[in-house]
């Protein structure tokens, strides 16, 4: 785990079990090849949070029955509850990080219990403070969502 100063959550530190780390400490120093990781696991609780904040009941998310019946033999994590592990990765670069835009494809889902990585590095720097990321979630070293985002990337007030 990082011994950097860490962004806070309410209670002003971060949670337990969350893990992160990063190459770069200024946000005027960011260049390509950095990278930031977060890790955490995905929890029961973090399912059901995620269908009430989105409106996101589908049953394969949250009922055990019905989710055993699909292809994936269980109930499985919400694809945007799992990419939104990057944007966790993306809080903990230096200074102020403002999301420009993100494509991912969905290559393999992530169940309750699993420890899921998310892994951000810079693959160009672009005008005006901006950087285009390469951005991949990990379980058990399988890439489980693959993308890239572009960000905009300021000094901290």
């Not at 589908?58 to 939104?84: K, Q, S």
């Not at 903990?92 to 219990?113: A, H």
């Amino acid at each position: 785990m990082s011994d950097n100063p860490k962004p806070t959550v309410e209670g002003g530190s971060d949670l337990p079990g969350w893990e992160w780390d990063r190459t770069v400490e200024d946000s005027e120093a960011v260049a390509v090849g950095d990278s930031v990781t977060f890790s955490k696991d995905i929890t029961d609780d973090d399912v059901v949070r995620f269908a009430e904040a989105s409106g996101d009941t589908n049953p394969l998310h949250l009922e055990d029955d019905y989710a055993a019946e699909t292809r994936f033999g269980g109930r499985i994590a919400h694809g945007m509850l799992v990419g939104g592990l990057i944007s966790a990765a993306l809080a903990r670069f230096p200074g102020t990080v403002v999301y420009l835009s993100q494509d991912f494809e969905f290559k393999g889902p992530v169940r309750i219990g699993d420890r899921a990585t998310a892994e951000v590095e810079v693959a160009d720097t672009l005008d005006g403070g901006r950087y285009q990321l390469s951005t991949q979630v990990l379980v058990d070293d399988e890439v489980v969502i693959d993308g890239e985002a572009i960000v905009l990337i300021d000094e901290a007030p």
